[in-house]
């Protein structure tokens, strides 16, 4: 039997008394570790954390905090080759699509440590200027936020077990709030190892870090008034959260990141070969392999003239045939697995449902395996589905309803840009749009008429090829989430981060008592 990873909770390492949850590699088929949290004590944990971990924190400057970070990522920089072992093993990513997940973690990680080391010794944060309320400003009312004096618990999604963790932990470490971390169980041991890591070097102080592997059963349970709930995942599991007494009775503050239809628009006025056009060719493949698809901010949806619609088939299609799909160990390789036979089955069922609306346009069954037995291993090839015209554009409610979360997207042309912008609408609400295109008037305007239903929207012309960020690269100085059926939160965006972990008041007062935090 394999090893069982234990978790950390109340200052311990402690395992789970059941037998476990074995997580396996879904390339090779191997059994390679075991997560349980049965029989933990999660209302004493969480209250060490709040109580032991929150103070701590607290008592440091948000400077200090940063320091803490930046050990962190050195730190986690140090033992960069375990990680990607353990990725590749348990994730089956290849090294280009393990580094998206690892030192995309130690980058927003950096960038954190940075921003906090500006906001100096405060232990609080003002929040705008004093605001008069009487005459001669004799009586002013001056907002300020301060660290929630609760715990942050994280339910994360199986797809980045790395950054997932740390693009929500360095804004709560930094704001003086304490983690308690719930991996996805599929992917667990990499949040595991990375929080051992951590504790073990005693970079934070008792408390501040806790991760709990296993089942979730009772962890929102244990949450009170003044916790924060942060939860990236399925639709349907957020619902069940959002109705759960923790956050309808007491009102414990929730932030939820779930399904999101993402698109890509190639807008009018293009020609085939031309630039705009093949840097959305480009951006569609790589968003579509990168992880096997297996990104919340991946492209679903490609918008383009319908008189482009064959051409852009023809482009894309031709890239999608060179990824070599299998096992990461091998160099030849460059599109890894799923995480699971079970996610290999909802993509596959997933499709056959899209099929019934939208023509095949490049088949996945067309790859063959590198040094992997399909019998065993996690893995489907990428394919490009169509909706041909305008009026299939409509009619293909799927297209617009339904999240293939693999390497899977539907091209659909639409007549003209007004119709682009209502199919895209369709998806009620999106993490990320991209738009594609050379006329800076243009995508200024199509920029502004999508952002009210996408977190971000990504404009990418020529003058922008060599240095953009890529459509579904989160960067922690941009704001990632989104309305709608994306889930309606909001992270990262820089220091706006800290707001989920701060709580604002208003303190009325002269204004004598007021300028002494000016002075500090």
């Known amino acids: 039997m394999s090893e069982l990873l234990l978790n950390h909770l109340g200052g ?3 395992p789970g008394t059941g037998a476990g949850t074995a997580l396996f590699d879904p390339v090779l088929g191997d059994e390679l570790v075991r997560v349980d949290a049965t029989g ?6 969480f209250a060490y954390a709040r109580e032991q971990g929150g103070a701590a924190l607290r008592a440091l400057s948000y400077r200090q905090r940063a320091e803490m970070l930046g050990a962190i990522v050195k730190l986690l920089q140090a033992n960069r080759d ?3 072992a353990i990725a590749t093993a348990n994730s089956g990513t290849v090294k280009n699509d393990s580094a998206v997940d690892i030192d995309g973690a130690i980058y927003t990680l950096g960038t954190y440590a940075k921003l906090g080391a500006a906001l100096g010794e405060q232990r609080f944060l003002l929040d705008g200027e004093p605001a008069a309320l009487a005459k001669d400003g004799a009586f002013q009312s001056q907002h300020v936020q301060l660290p929630v004096r609760g715990l942050a618990l994280f339910i994360n999604a199986f797809n980045f077990p790395a950054w997932g963790l740390w693009e929500k932990a ?10 308690v971390v719930k991996p996805a169980t599929a992917t667990a041991w990499l949040t595991q190892r990375m929080v051992q890591d951590v504790v073990d070097a005693g970079i934070l102080p ?4 806790s991760v709990v592997c296993g089942s979730s059963a009772g962890l929102l349970d244990a949450l009170q008034p003044f916790d924060l709930l942060s939860f990236t995942g399925s639709a349907d599991t957020a619902a069940l959260l959002r109705r759960h007494r923790a956050v309808a009775e007491r009102s414990v503050r929730v932030n939820i990141e779930a399904d999101s239809i993402n698109s ?3 807008l009018e006025g293009e020609a085939p070969g031309s630039a705009a056009f093949d840097l959305l060719v480009k951006e569609v493949v790589r968003e579509m392999t990168v992880k096997s698809g297996q990104k919340c901010t991946a492209i679903r949806r490609v918008f383009v003239p319908q008189a482009l619609y064959a051409a852009a088939a023809e482009a894309i299609s031709a890239r999608l045939a060179k990824t070599t799909v299998g096992n990461p160990r091998n160099e030849a390789v460059r599109m890894g697995a799923l995480v699971s036979r079970a996610q290999l089955a909802t993509v596959q ?6 099929k019934a609306q939208a023509e095949v346009l490049h088949d996945g069954a067309t790859h063959a395996l590198v040094d992997a037995d399909p019998a065993l291993a996690c893995c489907v090839g990428p ?3 169509g909706t041909r015209d305008a009026a299939g554009s409509e009619a293909a409610d799927r297209v617009h309803a339904s999240e293939v979360f693999g390497p899977v997207a539907t091209l659909v042309p639409y007549r003209d840009a007004a119709h682009a912008l209502e199919l895209i609408r369709r998806g009620e609400g999106s993490l990320v749009a991209s738009l594609y295109g050379s006329d800076d008037a243009r995508l200024a305007d199509a920029a502004l008429e999508l952002a009210d239903c996408h977190g971000r929207v990504h404009v990418v012309s020529p003058a922008v090829a060599a240095v953009h960020s890529g459509h579904g690269n989160v960067m922690p100085q941009s704001l990632h989430g989104g309305p709608g059926r994306a889930g309606g939160g909001e992270e990262l965006g820089g220091l706006r981060a800290l707001n989920f972990y701060h709580r604002r008041a208003a303190v009325q007062a002269a204004p004598g008592v007021l300028v002494r935090w000016a002075q500090g």
Do not use: C, I, M, N
């Open 170 to 179: 360095a804004p709560a470490l930094l704001s003086g709030v304490p983690v």
């Open 206 to 209: 008792a408390g501040a870090l």
């Open 264 to 266: 890509a628009l190639l």
């Open 40 to 45: 933990l004590d999660l209302p004493a944990g």
């Open 349 to 354: 069922q997933g499709l056959q449902a899209l």
């Open 82 to 84: 375990a990680y990607y």
């Open 12 to 14: 311990r390492w402690l």
């Open 383 to 385: 394919s490009l589905l």
